[in-house]
């Protein structure tokens, strides 16, 4: 079975201050997804990375970044210099590669709530 | 081009009626999802369609709960004599490639 685990549920910063959200993924699969989603207050996922479990490259977007690490069973998030318009809740996920061509259902961990104050 | 799309978005029942939730999915993505949200938890897988066939039914909670994609396209969730713990938010999500979900916004359903 899998599982994804968010410690934290909220986290308070400060506008411009760097900010890490942890994930932590159990799988049997030696071949995975992991995501990171965002729902602001308005309620609607929006997708933010995917890798999968062969790539573990750290991948920079803008003020995101993304430590994939498979000793540990990491997939950690962080902002850099946070905007009030970061404030939302940020889920992580984890799919197995489907089989036959089938997709795969998200296993969602419970989310973080980032409060970020101007 | 348009996203993913859910009517209505809120529906308030009355315990024991039955409620039909729609989704209309992105245009050429063969995978559809259900996935149920309680208040403060993430998304919980519910069923899964490629294309017209139901591939994956293992998160519906009860016989209650029914989905249907007959075209292929759009697609119903339909709950039974629904009840207050079936209160949640039901996400869609439609996908063409392996993993990539796109989400609709989402029917809050309160049941009172």
């Known amino acids: 079975a899998q599982k994804v685990t968010q410690a934290q549920t909220e986290i308070s910063v400060v506008e411009k201050e760097d900010v890490t959200l942890d994930c932590v993924y159990e799988?049997?699969?030696?071949?995975?997804?992991l995501f990171w989603y965002k729902q602001p207050p308005s309620g609607e996922l929006v997708f933010l990375i995917r890798r999968n479990s062969f790539d573990e490259q750290n991948e920079i977007s803008g003020r995101y970044s993304w430590n994939f690490q498979k000793s540990t069973s990491s997939f950690n998030f962080t902002i850099t210099a946070s905007q009030v318009v970061d404030s939302a809740v940020y889920f992580c996920a984890l799919s197995e590669a489907g089989r036959s061509g089938a997709n795969s259902k998200l296993t969602f961990g419970k989310g973080i709530t980032l409060s970020v104050r101007p | 081009g348009a996203g993913v799309s859910q009517s209505p978005r809120y529906k308030v029942a009355k315990r024991g009626q039955d409620v039909a939730l729609r989704c209309d999915p992105i245009s050429g993505h063969v995978s559809l999802f259900w996935y149920q949200q309680a208040l403060g938890q993430g998304p919980e897988f519910l069923t899964y369609f490629q294309n017209e066939a139901q591939l994956d039914k293992s998160g519906l909670p009860s016989d209650r709960f029914f989905a249907e994609r007959p075209e292929g396209s759009v697609s119903t969730l339909k709950i039974q004599r629904t009840q207050q713990e079936d209160s949640a938010v039901y996400l869609c999500?439609?996908?063409?490639?392996?993993?990539?979900?796109?989400f609709g916004p989402g029917t809050r359903l309160t049941v009172l």
């Open positions: 799988t049997r699969d030696t071949t995975y997804y």
């Open positions: 999500a439609s996908s063409l490639v392996q993993g990539e979900q796109f």
